[in-house]
């Protein structure tokens, strides 16, 4: 069957009214356009086979068609890095709408013209690097560290944002999300550098950013499963 819980998703934060008993499905970093893609990946992934029959003294029935195993979708939401949690963990709306507002701002910075000579080389989400993005072997030029400058103060600022607003709207577990979080800063704050003096490559400099998010993820999910 489809499973039709009470499940969103949002960046460590989602609430949802009437729905306080239920599980929902939770991402560090993943936002609603995020989990409805791997919902929907999982729900395909999910699908299995199945065939009904009735029989009685009259004649009989069959039918058959495609449903959701819930154990292949959870056990696919899980691979792609998702827990399903209590939504006691979830915290307030003001906790999701804070999260979701700081994502958005992180996706417009992004988009801005001035800096594309930063973009053009380097994701806007470091979890999902091409492997162009990787194998490049370009190092930094004295015109581009103006701009990476920039970019490095504006998403300074959506972090600490992040930080505070864990801190402030999670009791239970906003904390350690909170030191997770700045953890993984000081460690990227190292490649930042790494690549400013011109130490490492544009690819070893992406490699390095993706590793220390997936990290941090992981550890993220432990933080929610309690583990």
């Not at 299995?48 to 029959?53: E, G, H, I, K, L």
């Not at 577990?173 to 030191?179: D, I, L, T």
């Not at 704050?189 to 011109?198: P, S």
Request: charged share 25%.
């Amino acid at each position: 069957m489809i499973i039709r819980n009470c499940t969103i998703a949002a960046a460590l934060a989602v609430g949802l009214a009437g729905c306080a008993a239920q599980k929902v499905w939770m991402k560090p970093g993943a936002g609603m356009e995020e989990f409805n893609q791997a919902k929907y990946a999982c729900l395909q992934q999910g699908q299995q086979p199945y065939s009904t029959a009735y029989v009685n003294r009259y004649g009989g029935t069959a039918s058959g068609g495609m449903a959701t195993n819930p154990a292949l979708y959870s056990a696919c939401m899980e691979a792609g890095g998702w827990a399903l949690v209590d939504n006691a963990q979830s915290g307030s709306p003001e906790y999701a709408a804070t999260i979701k507002g700081i994502n958005e701002d992180g996706r417009a910075l992004c988009r801005k013209p001035e800096y594309y000579a930063y973009y053009s080389w380097a994701p806007c989400a470091v979890r999902e690097v091409s492997a162009e993005q990787l194998n490049d072997r370009a190092h930094v030029t004295a015109a581009e560290k103006p701009v990476y400058e920039k970019v490095k103060a504006e998403q300074d600022d959506l972090t600490a944002r992040i930080i505070a607003t864990h801190r402030q709207y999670n009791e239970k577990n906003g904390e350690a999300f909170a030191r997770n979080i700045e953890q993984a800063k000081a460690m990227s704050d190292i490649v930042r550098q790494e690549y400013l003096t011109g130490k490492i490559s544009r690819g070893e400099h992406n490699r390095r950013r993706r590793d220390i998010a997936v990290s941090s993820d992981t550890e993220a999910l432990r933080i929610m499963r309690g583990t």
